[in-house]
């Protein structure tokens, strides 16, 4: 099964609710995942900062031992942590934090942030906080796992590139060779997760140069398999679902807001949501927004 | 009018309360705020009435019997499935398998219905007045699909004995679905139908779609491939 989530917030003003607001949406849709359970947010991004979450299951020792090679503090979240710094010294930031075998580095970008770990959606909301934050979109996943184990980085949303993240609903059949053809580009795959594939691939499709809109539809040929894909981008927000469209959708839009959830349920708390027009996204179109 | 507000009554006991009425009960039940749960309204077996007040998930009015379920709002995945007999209105869409499998009675969707609308149907009648989406009467025996829009890709794939009705466009047919056509005692039915679902619409606009029959009966010519 597993459950998906996404707000896109047209309105300013809602931004410092994005937090409880896709937190309630990703809880209620507990029961179609108890896996793990993970957040990606985006809030304002700054063009010459990089921020970078990171990860690890012995963190605060390679926290401690990171803080005398770089000048960047570390704000932790449980087994996560954000560390920000100028665009120009990102690459001896990076040198540091793979300096540490135990982090993974789990986004990088300007607004992106991601908090993902084993267990139920609201078990990962409170560890992180994540009622509280606050930004202008994002997209949350609860996992019933398929593809590949029960694991932190075998949870949703995954980034592949910078601000860029995905979740998904569903089981792609072609991601072995897929991976296999990424790999030989040079694309740098973490896992042996088929979600993570699809991510890569849509990354890799951008870097080409097609917009994350091309790289959409060209991945309706490329992918083989059930989804239902929301992705997030610094700017937009956006949907996909296969041709045969098995795994459910909703989508309802105001002019305060886009929302997105696998099931109507995840819906029913959000402001004006009984005056909202409320559809199912068609097979095989994408759907994008951008601010 | 007995009303149940569903953000404080669970699921299980709204159920349990329709379905504890015996088989000449006729009364009215209002369900305010079902807040898209699941299974709402499943397995009545009562000539009562249930008016539900907003959006459901998946399998609303599930297997019904003699009851007549209004939804005003959308309905998720599998609404009135199985369903035996006795009316389902909905108010908006519909969301995939509507109506699947469903043996008798009326499923009426007053907005679009998506894939696999009457999916197995086994003899009901379904009068969708705007669109369905893909497969939809894939493998339909019997009953009646109506759909006063257009229909998606594959209509009647594998159809055995179903009858379909579409006034708008179809996108494509499934394997062994053909056009056919319209005789008088077909213009009756369907102008009977759609009186029942209570849609103004002229019957001699509609083209009826079919079985072809050659995909499921049995060939002598083809006895070597058994």
Sequence with gaps: MCGIVGLFLKNSELHPHLGVHLSDMLSTMSDRGPDSAGIALYSDASPDILKFTVQSSHLQGALDRMAGKTPFAFERKDTHAVVQCPQEDADDLLTVLRSEPSIRIMSVGQSIEIYKEVGLPDTVIDRFGLRDVSGSHGVGHTRMATESAVTTLGAHPFSTGSDQCLVHNGSLSNHNNLRRELIRQNVTINT????????????????????????????????????????????????????????????????????????????????????????????ATVYFWEH | MHTLDMSTVEVRSVNDTLQAENSTSNKAFLLENPLGAHAIAVGLDAPVHVTVNGSTGYYCAGMNQKATIQVNGNVGPGVAENMMSGTVLVDGDASQYAGATAHGGLLVIKGNASSRCGISLKGANIVVQGDVGHMSAFMAQAGTLVVLGDAGEALGDSIYEAQLYVRGTVKSLGADCIKKDMRPEHVTKLRNLLSQAQIDANPADFTRYGSARKLYNFDIDNAGAY
């Design chain 1, 192 to 283: 042996d997760n088929d979600t993570e594939v699809g991510a890569a691939y849509l990354t890799w499709k951008m870097q080409q140069g097609a917009t994350l809109g091309e790289a959409l539809e060209a991945s309706l040929n490329d992918l083989d398999g059930f989804y239902t894909f929301v992705v997030g981008t610094k700017n937009g927000f956006g949907v996909l679902r296969d041709p045969i469209a098995c795994k459910p959708a909703v989508l309802a839009e105001t002019d305060d807001y886009v929302a997105f959830g696998s099931e109507y349920r995840a819906l029913v708390n959000l402001p004006g949501i009984a005056a909202a027009k409320v559809w199912e996204p068609e097979p």
